[in-house]
């Protein structure tokens, strides 16, 4: 099960004091079966679990034909949340990571249920792509596992998808996510509950054709091991053990074993296995005959399981954004890279954008993790240059909300694109609609600083280019440059003067001297 926690808005910053200690860290795991709590302590690099809560809230079983999530699964998710909020109460809102996976990603509905439950918990709520959600997972399973050597497979099979990654100690070498889930197949195959061996067969046929799409590329990468993580796979090695079929771990002939008894069972409200808790029992089917596949497809022998997954992935992603190790500037200079951006002008851009954020700072109320959101989007912001110039700014948005961009969420990246959009010419006040209601006004004030930022770099470092001071009004904004500047440098005393109508048409005054 699982894009990285995305920075807190200002509507949620202010409203905490930090009563906690700054050194405890949480992430709360929004999975299409459960939903998952871990607070823990950093110390001294490490992570210290100080408390895990579960409970089952089946999300993925809400959601109707056209994936519409009902009105009861919400209210089962948000009593869930209700629960949690009393612990993360009072957190540093930078510290606490909240995952939404498959369920919301397919909900139609989503921002409904996303506006009420933030408002419980008092944190942002990140949806994550398939492929970040995978990142994640493996993150937190190698953290639990010996700095071995060789590649590993590892699988989490979660309610409504399921992951599938290789690599080597702490890197990720391919990401994938399929859409097959333990609460998914068990609905769609075992209607009723009814429990049969063709229905069984027809569900380990029809998660042998999803995996059809890696096989190839993943048996030909290969791997040294296999490791499990999550709910269905924990059960399934649990049952094999206990009933005698393995010393450990989950081993093909343990497995056949635990199909055949699961198969005696007429319904799932029957099923009642050693290791398999009852609220899990539910959905078990459905999760074994994709395991069934898995070891089919991939001819695994034995598979470990390891206690690591999502939410402990999201926790050391916390822990290295504090210590400087940020996926998500590798991601941007890898784009910078790949869509030949113009190294120069990009930091030439970042410069000014970050002095000039420097400068509005304290009077916006802008937490600090925004610096870092402004400086991506100017090293970005020509990357649609690479399709063509014509509209560039608009192929960049798109390339950023579109594209698979590991440790950024959905609405990281629709922050990203539109700040790119909103950089030049007409502002596209129409497309704030896909950023968090609490969030548009920071990222509104945020794409004024690189409007500004870029207009003042138009010569690309033909000549110095001073940072201008900023007078702050109400909805205003007042660049005061050095005297005779303009004068010397009529193209962006033009240039000035045509951005006064742009911040006019949002309602927003541009004045300079």
């Known amino acids: 099960m699982s894009e990285a926690p995305f920075e807190p808005s200002d509507s949620f910053t202010h409203g905490h004091t930090s009563q906690q200690s700054d050194d405890l860290i949480a992430a709360i795991d929004l999975g299409s079966n459960s939903f998952h709590m871990v607070v823990a302590q950093e110390f001294q690099g490490e992570i210290r679990t100080l408390e895990k809560r579960g409970q089952k809230v089946q999300l993925a079983a809400g959601l109707d034909a056209q994936n519409h999530l009902s009105e009861e699964a919400q209210q089962r998710g948000l009593d869930c949340l209700r629960e949690f909020a009393?612990?993360?109460?009072?957190?540093?809102?930078?510290?606490?990571?909240?995952?939404?996976?498959?369920?919301?990603?397919?909900?139609r509905n989503r921002q409904e249920f996303i506006v009420?439950?933030?408002?419980?918990?008092?944190?942002?709520?990140?949806?994550?792509?398939?492929?970040?959600?995978?990142?994640?997972?493996?993150l937190g399973v190698s953290?639990?596992?010996?700095?071995?050597?060789?590649?590993?497979?590892?699988?989490?099979i979660g309610g409504g998808s399921t992951e599938f990654i290789i690599g080597s100690k702490f890197e990720p070498k391919a990401l994938e996510s399929l859409h097959m889930g333990c609460v998914s197949f068990t609905q769609r195959f075992f209607i009723d509950g009814l429990i049969?061996?063709?229905?069984?067969?027809?569900?380990?046929?029809?998660?042998?054709?999803?995996?059809?799409?890696?096989?190839?590329?993943?048996?030909?990468?290969?791997?040294?091991?296999?490791?499990?993580s999550s709910g269905t796979i924990r059960a399934a090695e649990q049952a094999v053990v206990e009933n005698g079929w393995s010393n450990e771990g989950l081993t093909r002939d343990g497995l056949s074993k635990l199909r055949q008894r699961l198969l005696q069972f007429h319904h799932v409200d029957d099923v009642d296995l050693p290791g398999v808790k009852p609220?899990?029992?539910?959905?078990?089917?459905?999760?074994?005959a994709i395991l069934t596949a898995i070891f089919e497809t991939f001819d695994v022998e034995v598979m470990t399981y390891s206690d690591g997954a999502l939410r402990e992935g999201a926790l050391w992603d916390l822990v290295g954004r504090s210590t400087h190790e940020d996926v998500r500037n590798r991601v941007v200079q890898s784009l910078m890279e790949r869509f030949y951006v113009d190294d120069a002008q990009a930091e030439r851009v970042k410069d000014t954008a970050l002095l000039l954020f420097k400068q509005v700072k304290k009077d916006w109320q802008l937490s600090g993790s925004w610096k870092h959101w402004l400086a991506w989007a100017a090293q970005l912001h020509e990357i649609g240059l690479s399709i063509a110039h014509a509209g560039f700014h608009k192929h960049g948005a798109y390339l950023l909300r579109y594209s698979d961009l590991l440790g950024f969420t959905r609405q990281g990246q629709a922050t990203l694109g539109f700040l790119v959009r909103s950089h030049r010419r007409r502002y596209p006040l129409e497309e704030m609609a896909v950023l968090s209601a609490t969030q548009r006004d920071t990222v509104l004030k945020l794409s004024l600083l690189l409007r500004l930022a870029v207009l003042l770099n138009h010569s690309r470092g033909a000549h110095p280019v001073p940072t201008p001071?900023?007078?702050?009004?109400?909805?205003?904004?007042?660049?005061?440059?050095?005297e005779g500047w303009l004068e010397q440098h009529p193209l962006t005393a033009r240039d000035l003067t045509s951005e006064v109508d742009y911040f006019n048409d949002i309602d927003w005054q541009l004045s300079f001297s």
Not at 469 to 482: A, C, N
Request: avoid cysteine.
């Open 86 to 107: 009393q612990r993360v109460q009072g957190m540093n809102p930078e510290r606490v990571s909240v995952l939404a996976t498959n369920a919301l990603r397919a909900a």
């Open 279 to 288: 609220e899990r029992a539910q959905v078990f089917v459905g999760g074994l």
């Open 116 to 138: 009420r439950a933030e408002e419980i918990l008092g944190y942002p709520i990140e949806v994550i792509a398939g492929r970040e959600e995978a990142r994640l997972i493996y």
């Open 469 to 482: 001071q900023i007078q702050l009004g109400e909805h205003s904004i007042h660049l005061e440059l050095p």
């Open 143 to 156: 953290h639990t596992l010996a700095d071995d050597q060789g590649k590993r497979l590892v699988v989490d």
């Open 196 to 228: 049969t061996e063709s229905h069984f067969r027809e569900a380990v046929n029809a998660a042998k054709q999803e995996l059809q799409n890696i096989e190839s590329a993943y048996k030909k990468l290969g791997w040294k091991n296999v490791v499990g």
